[in-house]
């Protein structure tokens, strides 16, 4: 059985769980701001930042669950400022590398799509490595590409990648 929360706080097993995710996603490839492979202690100081801005109302968590096991998470990242509250980042789409391909991405973000809408936001925005398998998926739930920069990340090697901006005006696609 498939459940999504938006979690409040974080707890010890969760945070676990989380780690791991993160670390999986990085070792299989997934370019998330960390080299892999990544520290345990790395990935733990990340979530405990992710924690203490959730719990300053700063940014939303959401996992997806199925049978009770953390299968994907995703963040909203709230624009703080007084002419930006309509606005969100969408970070650290995450899915279990095993669980690929059975539609845990996009029911999280049409969960996150709603939630967001709830909240008052109205428009979310990310950005993705240009040329990953990531562009593909964005593209098919209704994001634009509104460009990309070169240069923008670099491997463990040194080798420089773009990164590509997209958004989706949520108002217009619930009408």
Not at 2 to 23: C, K, M, S, V
Not at 65 to 91: F, P
Not at 99 to 128: F, N
Request: hydrophobic share 35%; charged share 20%.
């Amino acid at each position: 059985m498939i459940t999504i929360e938006r979690i409040a706080r974080i707890d010890p097993a969760t945070f676990e769980a989380l780690r791991n995710l993160l670390d999986a996603c990085i070792d299989h490839g997934a370019s998330l701001g960390f080299y892999a492979p990544a520290g345990a202690d790395l990935l733990l100081s990340y979530w405990q930042t992710v924690a203490k801005e959730v719990s300053n109302n700063q940014r939303l968590l959401y996992i997806l669950y199925d049978h009770g096991e953390v299968q994907a998470t995703v963040q909203l990242s709230l624009c703080q400022k007084q002419n930006g509250r309509h606005r969100a980042e969408v970070e650290k789409l995450l899915v279990q590398p095993h669980a690929h391909r059975r539609g845990y991405a996009s029911q999280l973000m049409t969960y996150i799509e709603s939630d967001a809408l709830q909240q008052g936001i109205q428009l979310l925005v990310l950005d993705t490595q240009s040329g990953d398998k990531a562009e593909l998926f964005y593209h098919s739930i209704g994001y634009s590409k509104v460009g990309q920069i070169p240069y923008y990340v670099s491997d463990v090697s040194g080798r420089l990648s773009s990164t590509s901006y997209y958004y989706k005006h949520l108002i217009a696609n619930s009408q």
